[in-house]
């Protein structure tokens, strides 16, 4: 069976530091990857995409990047946080649509706060 | 704009009670649409709907959709604490050929009081 992992489940960092959050994917291969954000009493903002290794997609200007150097593996980073960069973060992945109708399964999250 | 509305945006009531969530969503070139159960931390999947009118059943949980309307309903029969959570509704539609996005609508908090 497929499981999705991301850490650290929480994290304080101070304002102008680095992130890096990670995300691995087991059971499945080539699966879609997303990096959602949910802020408080705010709903789920995808934030990036990949269909496959290299190959990211941005779905809003921000101050985050987000890599794919593996198959089943995608990194969220920073390279200097900004207060409005905490909220808890989602990593989600998706199989073939054929087999599960692209229904997103999601990581437990990661709750981080800057401050 | 693409968007996804739910509603009520909090609900509170007690065991034992029925709930109806509503969804109601504005996109081009609709998929799916999917309700997802949020508590302390990820969401979990809950039902995905692509046809008008057959419902979806689950235990106490059921979900129907109009694509007609262009809405769908999350009922719940006889509420337990253990449904307090947010309740997450999310359309699946194509943005390009070959390509889907998922969009998520803002949630209801539901509590429901022993």
């Known amino acids: 069976s497929q499981t999705i992992h991301q850490w650290p489940a929480t994290l304080v960092q101070p304002v102008g530091s680095p992130l890096s959050l990670e995300c691995t994917v087991e059971?499945?291969?080539?699966?879609?990857l997303y990096w959602y954000r949910q802020a408080a009493g705010r709903g789920l903002q995808l934030l990036f995409y990949?269909?496959?290794?290299?190959?990211i997609s941005s779905e809003v200007p921000q101050n985050l990047s987000a890599s794919r150097p593996q198959d089943r593996q995608f990194i969220l980073s920073s390279k200097k946080l900004l207060l409005s960069d905490s909220g808890f973060y989602l990593c989600?992945?998706?199989?073939?649509?054929?087999?599960?109708?692209?229904?997103?399964?999601f990581g437990e999250g990661s709750w981080l706060t800057v401050v | 704009e693409d968007k996804v509305v739910q509603s009520p945006l909090s609900l509170v009531v007690h065991e034992g009670d029925t709930v109806t969530l509503n969804c109601s969503y504005e996109?081009?070139?609709?998929?799916?649409l999917l309700w997802y159960k949020q508590e302390k931390k990820a969401p979990t999947f809950l039902f995905m709907l692509?046809?008008?009118?057959i419902e979806k059943k689950s235990g106490r949980l059921s979900s129907i959709l109009d694509k007609k309307e262009l809405f769908s309903i999350l009922n719940i029969t006889a509420t337990q604490t253990g449904d307090s959570a947010v309740y997450l509704c999310?359309?699946?539609?194509?943005?390009?050929?070959?390509?889907?996005?998922?969009?998520f609508g803002t949630g209801t908090r539901l509590t429901i009081i022993p």
């Open positions: 989600a992945w998706s199989g073939d649509r054929t087999h599960s109708g692209n229904t997103i399964y």
């Open positions: 692509t046809s008008s009118g």
């Open positions: 059971g499945t291969s080539n699966p879609n």
């Open positions: 990949s269909v496959g290794i290299g190959q």
């Open positions: 996109v081009t070139n609709f998929r799916s």
């Open positions: 999310a359309v699946e539609y194509s943005w390009s050929f070959g390509n889907e996005k998922l969009t």
